[in-house]
């Protein structure tokens, strides 16, 4: 026998050996926590269902899309929707006011819930800890439809802003018919509806914090504040960098149904954002290839934007999502 076949038969060998072992490794594990396999199946038939499967519609994208000819059926189309989104002189308005309102969103909606989450954690009282943190939850469990119904309430030129504006002597107005407070109406009332949910997972986050951490920097004379600064913040910092991450990844997404819920033409300049300029087209107008080209467009820059994150994060840090 030569060499080279020799050496074929070991390395076959090696491969049936090491494919066995993986057989029997599986084998024993899912004897061992069957329970656990069997609860994991309807989250991963979810994601295989709702998730992956629709993502065969992608090919619209590309195609002169007709219902009656289904998607196999239509015509070849290329890129013709994507250089027709970039060519539109609405591309760069919906890019922008997506970028700028997610930006604002980071700026102040991601360090709020982790100082909350800090000033509960220092509360020792536990029925005003507890009150609070209802009085917080709340606003997140309240119907999207309602809260935009008490927004459009509150900023009309009758509501309580304008009350507000008329006792001290101004002209009260209807704000959201002014573009420029359409993003400062839509940050701030998203800080009233998630500051309280989103310091959830900071406060579990904190009870893992080993209590002898804060002894030890007692003993070496570290007061509240010191003790936040190098025992607390570095304690939740994977957290926070896990959490950065997935924000950043979501940089190019707004949902449709709030923005469609409070904007109106005369604020397009400002609130018009991808996932309603999307709705509009695809829903409203029937374009379904071109809407599906501006979401794909939309969808490969928060890929792209998580992945960059994520590497990033990797080389400064210890802590990556992979």
């Known amino acids: 026998m030569s060499v080279q076949n020799t050496q074929q038969l070991q390395t076959s060998h090696s491969t049936a ?30 994601y295989l269902i709702w998730c992956y ?31 027709e989104f970039f060519n539109s002189p609405y591309a760069w308005r919906v890019i922008r006011n997506t970028i700028l309102i997610n930006f604002w969103n980071l700026v102040f909606g991601f360090p709020l819930p982790i100082i909350f989450a800090l ?38 030129s009758d509501g309580v802003f304008g009350e507000i504006t008329k006792m001290l002597g101004g ?12 993003r400062t109406i839509y940050v701030g009332s998203e800080l009233w ?44 910092m994977p957290t ?6 997935l924000r950043i990844g979501a ?24 996932s309603s300029y999307v709705y509009r087209k695809g829903i409203v107008e029937s374009n379904f290839s071109f809407a599906t080209a501006v979401g794909l467009f939309n969808s490969l820059i928060n890929f792209l934007l998580v992945v960059s994150a994520n590497w990033f994060s990797r080389k400064m840090t210890e802590t990556s999502l992979w």
């Open 240 to 245: 926070i960098t896990i959490l950065l991450i």
């Open 193 to 236: 509806q998630r500051l309280g949910w989103d310091s959830i997972i900071f406060l579990a986050a904190l009870s893992g914090i080993n209590p002898e951490l804060y002894e030890a920097a007692t003993i070496d004379g570290a007061g509240r504040f010191k003790q936040i600064i190098h025992v607390t913040i570095p304690g939740i």
């Open 17 to 46: 050996s090491k494919f066995n072992s993986w057989k029997n490794m599986v084998a024993k594990d899912w004897y061992k926590h069957w329970e656990l396999y069997l609860m994991l199946i309807p989250v991963v038939a979810f």
């Open 171 to 182: 002209t009260p107005t209807n704000l959201l018919s002014d573009p420029k407070y359409f």
């Open 53 to 83: 499967g629709p993502m065969y519609g992608i090919i619209i994208a590309f195609k002169e899309f007709s219902p009656r000819k289904g998607i196999w059926g239509s015509e070849w189309a290329g890129v013709k929707y994507f250089i």
């Open 251 to 274: 940089m190019m997404n707004v949902g449709f149904e709030k923005i469609i819920l409070l904007y109106n033409p005369l604020v397009y300049d400002t609130a018009d954002v991808i």
């Open 119 to 156: 000033l509960l954690n220092e509360v020792k009282n536990q029925f005003y800890k507890r009150t609070v943190q209802t009085i917080t939850y709340m606003p997140y469990f309240v119907s999207l439809v309602v809260v935009c119904g008490i927004i459009v309430d509150f900023t009309a």
